[in-house]
T-cell receptor, first 106, second 115 residues
Framework: KNEVEQSPQNLTAQEGEFITINCSYS?????LHWLQQHPGGGIVSLFM???GKKKHGRLIATINIQEKHSSLHITASHPRDSAVYIC????????FGEGTQLTVNP | GAGVSQSPRYKVAKRGQDVALRCDPI?????LFWYQQALGQGPEFLTY????????KSGLPSDRFFAERPEGSVSTLKIQRTQQEDSAVYLC?????????????FGEGSRLTVL
């Protein structure tokens, strides 16, 4: 079993839909990162969470430390949101999930 | 610099050749990570530096891989006697806090193709 598991692996949505990507982890962590990677592009940090909830524009990230679970929500999705979304957890080696390929159709 | 800079962006090597990949982290960042990302896969951890100290190198796939950060800033990932399975994008990330506890900043990656 991977230390970090994401679901779904692939997600196709229509423009405007509310999207949720889930991340479960099995190790004790000090922080969890949500990252975005566009095709052929670099990785961009979206959020770092150690508790609670963070919001940035149309993106919302939540974490439940007791349940070892985090979610990334995208409200009013847009085709430019199409990317791979990766959950990554600390400690030091920063273990990555497999990523969720999101495609938003216009 | 303004961000994490990696060079070269693209490298084609013949099998058996040695390569060196460079990472310039954001100035003052304590933590530096190296990752290997094969096509269609998520990044896989290679090694972690806290300043000049290599605290974790458990992800290095073989003794052909060697990383250093002698002055606690620029880091070099060296791959000796490259093999085809070494073909991947090598990503560098830095953070202002230890263990990557702060926001992570990634370089664009160095794409290595071994023929």
């Amino acid at each position: 079993k991977n230390e970090v598991e994401q679901s779904p692996q692939n997600l196709t949505a229509q423009e405007g839909e509310f999207i949720t990507i889930n991340c479960s982890y099995s190790v004790g962590i000090s922080a969890l990162h949500w990252l975005q990677q566009h095709p052929g592009g670099g990785i961009v940090s979206l959020f770092m969470l150690s508790s609670g909830k963070k919001k940035h524009g149309r993106l919302i990230a939540t974490i439940n430390i007791q349940e070892k679970h985090s979610s990334l929500h995208i409200t009013a999705s847009h085709p430019r949101d199409s990317a791979v979304y990766i959950c990554a957890v600390l400690p030091s080696r920063l273990t990555f999930g497999e990523g969720t390929q999101l495609t938003v159709n216009p | 610099g303004a961000g994490v800079s990696q060079s070269p962006r693209y490298k084609v090597a013949k099998r058996g050749q040695d390569v060196a990949l460079r990472c310039d982290p954001i100035s003052g960042h304590v933590s530096l990570f190296w990752y290997q990302q094969a096509l269609g896969q998520g990044p896989e951890f290679l090694t972690y530096f806290q300043n000049e100290a290599q605290l974790d190198k458990s992800g290095l796939p073989s003794d052909r891989f060697f990383a250093e950060r002698p002055e606690g800033s620029v880091s070099t990932l060296k791959i000796q006697r490259t093999q085809q399975e070494d073909s991947a994008v090598y990503l560098c990330a830095s953070s202002s806090l230890t263990g990557g506890g702060g926001e992570l900043f990634f370089g664009e990656g160095s794409r290595l193709t071994v023929l």
